[in-house]
């Protein structure tokens, strides 16, 4: 199977269906495990970007929240929140089959603080720059909620090394 191709497939059906221009499949050893097209206009639901469909799908189908072993096919470079989502997943490699400047000039999204143009910059800035209004109620006890986890947790902090 043409796994680029079956993405492609996927997000221009989507767009038959009324929906965004985008879609995910992910791979482990040959076969797909998991994909979605987007589903944000169709559900109503900002967050449900192909990406975050379809790793949710592949976790909760491996039974784990990481998907090692696996390739993510994307439609489009990743957007910071899909990113996110993709880093916490951890598959093997991610495939991305246009960037966005390729696809800028034919996407228009209505959303308040989002242009193709500005938004990713926005994440490089300090919080307290961004066009998204911020602001920080520093809370001790916000901070318990991490020792107490911490301490559920054997009382020592675990990092993965790559």
Known sequence: MDF???????????VDEGGRPFATVIVRDGAVIAES???VAQTH???AHAEVLAIRE????????QLTGCTAYVL???CPMCLGALYYCSPDEVVFLTERDAYEPYYVDDRRYFELSTFYDEFAKPWQERRLPM??????????????????NGGHRTVTLV
């Open 4 to 14: 680029a191709q079956r993405t492609i497939d996927l997000a221009r059906a989507n």
């Open 37 to 39: 097209a987007n589903r």
């Open 45 to 47: 639901d900002p967050t």
């Open 58 to 65: 592949a976790c909760t189908r491996l039974g784990t929240e």
């Open 76 to 78: 489009a470079q990743p």
């Open 135 to 152: 602001r920080h109620a520093p809370q001790d006890a916000a901070v318990d909620v991490y020792r107490h986890w911490n301490t559920r």
